[in-house]
């Protein structure tokens, strides 16, 4: 993407819409909202304007505003044009913008990427902002709000200065120690430092499980026996029919989902279909796309309307993952489950047990009481760098026998580890997958 281009698209999601808001940056942008409006306002003043096409003729009225760089969001000269959301209108708008020469129509994330060419976002940041477009939930949006308010890129910076200044002394003790002034005692001074990094480091490592559930959803699977109530519960617990429910044996064939929010977390759930023995070659597939899913799952409620019927993941589900036992049709029952039979009983026909299955499954959602921040490490890659960064300073470490050379360029490697979750070194192959994930106009 070439950033001597002028940029516009429309910002502000689906038409029709109440208001539509038209973004433009590049250096083009003062005179393309001279010719569209006349005089511009003062920068960053909303002043209400009629906006003309180049032959004069009236597209819309609406608000102008005028962001000069660097003071704006992508760091360039901006401007936003708030219209009617009308589809004709912004049609009529975005076509009047097509035909200036040196302007074009933005890429996905082409806005976001330039705010971080130009030192006005870091990596973390951006990635933030893309959540926040995407969160559906209220804990999704706290740890999106703290990523791309630059909270976790505080975190990665000190450490990284933490990193950067071990290596100073090192070095100055290398390069200058017949110097008064130069501290000695490495080991004193240094080392004791980095051995509690390194625990910050494992701790704040051992967190990712918890940000891929606020961002990915807590997986959950409903397996069981045919004829179970698997697919009754799983409407019932979306509010709607989405599973077909019979007392055909073997009625669900494939893998059903519904995303739901549940204490402020999205939860994704899965509908399974019955696992039994079978010669029916579709249902066999199935069963097979049930055994697939179960292996993924972060809980299983496993669902039987007898007592003996909770055999049913032997050789299936991993051991790690947790069971939660459901007796089903607890409105016929005969008396046959006792004590301890089920970790919860319910009836999807009476809802009798569904608060406590619900307690029971907020049990096993992350607790985040007492937080004042998420500061959680949200994504694959940022694992992948923390684990790279304590790798190399655990060698640093330990390296006793090895000289101050070698240990302060492992110390050298774990700061680079660290400065490419932010984008401070060594980022240009990732940006286009970053940002390929955004919506036009951001």
């Not at 689906?14 to 940056?25: K, M």
């Not at 959540?131 to 308010?149: K, P, V």
Request: proline residues 3%; hydrophobic residues 40%.
């Amino acid at each position: 993407m070439a950033t001597v281009d002028t940029i516009y698209a429309l910002s502000s999601g689906a038409l029709p819409a109440g208001v539509a808001v038209v973004r433009i940056s590049g250096p083009q942008t003062r005179l393309v909202l001279g010719a569209l409006c006349g005089t511009l306002p003062a920068p960053r003043t909303a002043t209400l304007r009629s906006i003309r096409s180049r032959n004069g003729h009236i597209i819309d009225s609406g608000l102008l505003l005028y962001f000069q760089g660097p003071a704006s969001f992508t760091g360039e000269d901006c401007g936003e044009l708030q219209i009617h959301g009308g589809r004709a209108a912004v049609h009529a708008l975005l076509e009047e913008l097509a035909a200036f020469e040196g302007l074009r129509h933005a890429e996905a994330g082409e806005f976001s990427r330039r705010a971080f060419q130009n030192g006005k976002l870091d990596l973390v940041e951006v990635e933030g902002l893309s959540d926040l477009i995407t969160a559906e939930t209220e804990i999704q949006r706290r740890l999106a709000i703290e990523h791309s308010g630059g909270g976790q890129s505080k975190v990665y910076a000190e450490w990284a200065r933490r990193l950067t200044h071990a290596r100073a002394m090192i070095e100055a003790e290398l390069d200058f120690a017949d110097e008064d002034d130069i501290p000695g005692s490495v080991s004193e001074r240094i080392w004791q430092d980095m051995s509690l990094l390194s625990g910050e480091l494992a701790a704040h490592i051992a967190e990712a499980p918890i940000a891929e559930i606020i961002r990915d959803g807590l997986k959950i699977v409903i397996a069981g026996e045919p004829n179970a109530g698997k697919s009754s519960l799983l409407n019932v617990l979306a509010r709607r029919d989405i599973a077909i429910v019979t007392e055909i044996a073997g009625t669900t064939r494939d893998v059903l989902s519904v995303d739901l929010s549940l204490a402020g977390f999205s939860v994704k759930l899965y509908d399974t279909a019955g696992l039994r023995e079978t010669d029916e070659i579709v249902e066999q597939e199935g069963i097979r796309r049930a055994r697939e899913v179960i292996e993924r799952a972060d809980l299983i409620l496993l669902l039987s309307e007898t007592p003996t019927g909770f055999h049913t993941l032997s050789g299936v589900a991993s051991g790690d993952t947790p069971v939660l036992r459901v007796g089903t049709k607890l409105d016929r029952v005969d008396g046959a489950w006792m004590t301890g039979d089920a970790d919860v009983m319910i009836s999807t026909r009476t809802g009798e047990g569904m608060d406590r299955l619900l307690d029971a499954i907020a049990g096993h959602l992350p607790d985040l009481s007492g937080r004042t921040s998420l500061s959680l490490p949200s994504r694959r890659r940022h694992v992948d760098c923390l684990r790279q960064a304590q790798r190399a300073l655990d060698e640093s470490l330990a390296g006793h026998h090895q000289g101050l050379d070698i240990r302060a360029e492992q110390l050298r490697l774990a700061g680079d580890a660290m400065g490419r979750i932010t984008g401070r070194v060594d980022v240009e192959n990732l940006l286009d997958v970053i940002f390929s994930e955004f919506c036009i106009g951001k």
